[in-house]
């Protein structure tokens, strides 16, 4: 799934993203922390992983491997 980064708070490494389709999702400290990633900044297009229950798994740079 792909959107873009509507929060990220680098004090807690957490924040929140819109889907294209809109739907707002939010990510926590662990789904930034497995990204490899050092920050996130607003309005920056990622794509996210989620587990079978639909919590973010892991949030990605799209072409950053």
Known sequence: M???IATF???TRSGSLLLDDGTPL???EEAFQRSGLRLLRLGQRVTVESDASGVVCRV???GVA
């Open 2 to 4: 792909q959107g873009t």
């Open 9 to 11: 708070d680098p004090d």
């Open 60 to 62: 990605l740079i799209p």
């Open 26 to 28: 939010e990510f926590g």
